[in-house]
């Protein structure tokens, strides 16, 4: 009986150690509103340098996290946007998922910009300048290439050039017969987004805001009706983006592209404390209540504030 005791005594004294060590994972990784972030995006969050990982398990995470990162070759991640654009390949691009070209390259200049602010680690800084500089090439490069419809552009949609004209000309059906395009863009909108809100990079905010708007552009002729048809397509977080690059100009257009954004099929019922969830694939909703509780937050838009409160309740 004595040694059952002190079994159950050491196994709650590891499940505390256990929970105190989650916890401290959870706050760390909460501290990702990073270096930039408090005085620029979100004031509710605090310094990434805030928080330094010494030793356990989670400093090897992160330790092993930048070691993976390094292991891959920025040029072939860049490959498909370099395509698009017209230019000569550096490098064979990975394989993926076909029609997803470039949405990796997107999260990796995340993924950059974040261990660059947690850790100063300055091959992430020399990866993510590269990749910024590579990509103002391609966006100049799409500009000079496609005047009608790329200025502005840094994407890596295969054959884009067949399918964003016709979105421009609000003609959206192609957009069916392509994987997620919105959603592989929103990729580097973030990347963009966290290269200068993580990385402090001024280049990374001008081609977001740049590419920011394109999308205006490219939609600006649309309908209601065309743009609920065409959301019904996966698109990341596009509408929290753009509400982002509202936040960081002030410029009401942002935000009223981000209200164009955002899926009215969920936000509206989402609003009345409908929940129209079941069987819906998570990935491709999460990211539009988000978006629609940024939105809420700018713009004291109640409908939006509602509709982001009802879905982040337990």
Not at 43 to 67: C, P, R
Request: net charge neutral; charged share 20%.
């Amino acid at each position: 009986m004595k040694y059952l005791q002190e079994q159950e005594s050491i196994r709650k004294v590891n499940r505390t150690s256990l929970k105190a060590c989650i916890l401290a994972g959870v706050y760390a990784l909460m501290s990702y509103g990073a270096v930039h972030s408090q005085d620029k995006l979100y004031g509710n969050t605090f310094s990434l340098n805030d928080v330094k990982v010494t030793s356990g398990i989670f400093k090897h995470a992160q330790d092993l996290n930048i070691e993976v990162l390094l292991k891959y070759d920025v040029d072939r991640l860049l490959a498909g946007y370099r395509k698009e654009a017209g230019l000569s390949a550096k490098a064979e691009i990975y394989p993926n998922w076909e029609g997803l070209d470039g949405h990796v390259g997107g999260h990796y200049l995340t993924a950059l910009a974040i261990n660059y602010a947690a850790t100063g680690n300055a091959e992430c800084k020399k990866r993510m300048d590269y990749m910024i500089a590579e990509l103002k090439a391609c966006m100049q490069a799409n500009g000079k290439l496609y005047p009608d419809w790329a200025v502005g552009y840094i994407g890596a949609v295969p054959d884009g050039k067949a399918l964003w004209p016709k979105i421009k000309a609000g003609d959206i059906a192609p957009i069916w017969k392509y994987w997620v395009p919105w959603y592989n863009v929103h990729k580097m909108y973030a990347g963009l987004r966290d290269g200068w809100m993580y990385g402090g990079s001024d280049d990374a905010r001008k081609l977001f805001l740049a590419f920011c708007d394109w999308a205006l552009d490219i939609t600006s002729g649309l309908s209601d009706a065309q743009m609920a048809s065409m959301l019904g397509n996966e698109h990341g977080g596009m509408n929290e983006v753009l509400a982002d690059a509202y936040q960081m100009t002030r410029s009401e257009k942002y935000l009223t592209a981000a209200k164009s954004f955002s899926h009215k099929e969920f936000l509206e019922p989402l609003s009345k404390g409908i929940d129209n969830l079941d069987n819906k694939h998570a990935n491709t909703q999460v990211p539009k209540a988000v978006g629609f509780e940024r939105v809420g937050e700018l713009s004291g838009d109640p409908q939006y504030q509602q509709a982001g409160s009802f879905f982040g309740r337990p």
